[in-house]
């Protein structure tokens, strides 16, 4: 694998473990009783990103290095996933 495809792989796979730990923990003004005048009552009261963002770095690379892994000893390859998904080259 390329780094320029890794790194692209890895942005990728980033962002979306992001959107998926987004919600843990979160409580929204209504759920903790302080509501901030003016405000919407469902936005959080503390969203505690870096937290999250640490998280996030995490969790992408033990999955981007597990990715890696398969990709290297072959199990991710082109005719594998034509079979698996039914589409002839």
Request: aromatic share 14%; glycine share 8%; charged share 10%.
């Amino acid at each position: 694998m390329q780094i320029g495809s890794a790194i692209a792989i890895y942005f990728v796979l980033w962002w979306i473990v992001l959107f998926a730990v987004l919600p843990f923990g979160v409580r929204s003004q209504t759920e903790a009783g302080e509501g901030v005048p003016g405000s919407e009552l469902g936005a959080p009261v503390a969203p505690q990103m870096i937290r999250k963002l640490i998280w996030t770095t995490i969790v992408s690379a033990i999955i981007f290095a597990i990715s890696v892994w398969c990709y290297e000893m072959g199990y991710f390859n082109v005719d594998r996933l034509n079979k698996a998904f039914g589409i002839p080259l």
